[in-house]
């Protein structure tokens, strides 16, 4: 196994259990697995993977500096934003992917490209989510996670298949974690 992906793997999984958690830990350890990620990805020829690294680190700074004085210096509340906004959002992150797909096919040697452009694309939309604390950031995360499997199982990316499968479940725990916050439980 790669050291790399090794330690990539361990301080995304670190990150994404602390989000659910609502910790601000899940942002430096997030930031450090996703700047190792960036070397993975790229190594494996999943460019649009790799080229999200970089996005998530500056959404990621974003979150960080949100979920401590967000709202009127205040830390935000988890909020609920408009399930059309959320799919309309996903639809134009699909409606860009297959253009990146598209030149990614055409002119580099980019594998699995449009399962890997969609991987990116969505993702933003789910990170922004997470980073704003929307709950229906943990659905975009299912659906990402669901493509990520196979994206990165075709790939022989065996440690980042089976984080993304635990990611699967992971983002139905989140739900329902934010869920019970959002409501007072």
């Not at 996005?55 to 004085?69: C, E, K, M, S, T």
């Not at 580099?108 to 229906?136: C, F, H, P, W, Y």
Request: aromatic residues 16%; proline residues 2%; glycine residues 6%.
């Amino acid at each position: 196994m790669d050291p790399l992906e090794i330690a990539a793997t361990a301080l995304t999984l670190v990150s994404v259990i602390l989000s659910v958690k609502r910790s601000l830990w899940q942002f430096p350890f997030g930031i450090a697995g996703t700047g190792l990620g960036f070397f993975v990805f790229w190594g494996a020829g999943l460019y649009s993977s790799a080229v999200l690294q970089p996005l998530f680190i500056a959404v990621l700074i974003y979150g960080w500096w949100y979920w401590l004085r967000g709202e009127d210096s205040r830390r935000p509340k988890i909020r609920s934003t408009h399930l059309g906004i959320v799919a309309a959002a996903c639809a134009a992150a699909l409606a860009v992917a297959a253009a990146a797909a598209s030149a990614l096919e055409a002119y580099t040697d980019a594998n699995m490209v449009l399962g890997d452009a969609s991987i990116l694309a969505l993702s933003v939309v789910a990170q922004i989510l997470l980073s704003r604390k929307r709950i229906e950031n943990w659905h975009v995360w299912i659906a990402i996670n669901a493509i990520s499997v196979y994206v990165y199982a075709s790939q022989a990316l065996w440690l980042y298949t089976a984080l993304y499968a635990f990611f699967f479940f992971n983002a139905f725990w989140g739900w329902w974690e934010w869920r019970r916050e959002m409501r007072g439980i």
